[in-house]
């Protein structure tokens, strides 16, 4: 089952309006600021997946380093190189080896899916151990209501995720050259790059 965002009141100021997107300062499509008083939680690996996109796709004519990523997120790079070898295989990113080398976006930004990305670095929907194995059965299984909310929660935040491309996550891609990009000309001049 999909809901758009009319149905879950997202945005629009409804009684649930509150429940889906983190705040931190983010707004809508429409620019209007969104609270979140619910907490959800992605996986690490998901928000530096994220994250690596998000600083490609402010400057998609730029190959980039793991280490000049890292450096702008203040993180480590060991976990960098997991991720970027997981969104390799995933034909996300493209890496060219040599002088002028780095990673890159493999498809443009406008194709490239965040509820998909999402879903693939999440891994298996299992809200509960009740979506796990046959072999770990609930005794309540059979007449359960939860496992049906839970689904229905999930297809909800997916469908959401679904509504939007990496594109329109860097529509301001001014702002976030100036938040990530602000130490990398140092940086680059310090290991040789030229731009």
Known sequence: MQFNRHQLGIGRGGPRANTVYPSAGTGDRSGRHL?????????????????????????????????????????SENHLVKVVHFLGLGGWLANSRGRGGGLSLAKAPRNIGIGAIVRQTEGADQLAKCFG??????????????????AE????????????????????????????????????ERSGQLL
């Open 153 to 188: 929660a999930a297809d909800a935040f997916y469908g959401v995720l679904d509504g939007y491309t990496l594109a329109d996550l860097v529509k301001n891609h001014d702002s976030l050259g100036k938040a990530l990009f602000v130490d990398q000309e140092y940086v680059r």
């Open 133 to 150: 194995k046959p072999s770990d059965p609930c005794a309540i299984a059979r007449v359960c209501r939860l496992r049906t909310a839970l």
């Open 35 to 75: 609270t979140c008083q619910a907490k959800m939680k992605l996986t690490t690996f998901t928000d530096y997946s994220l994250r690596v996109l998000i600083y490609l796709a402010t400057e998609p004519d730029r190959h980039v380093t793991i280490a000049e990523i890292a450096s702008s997120f203040r993180i």
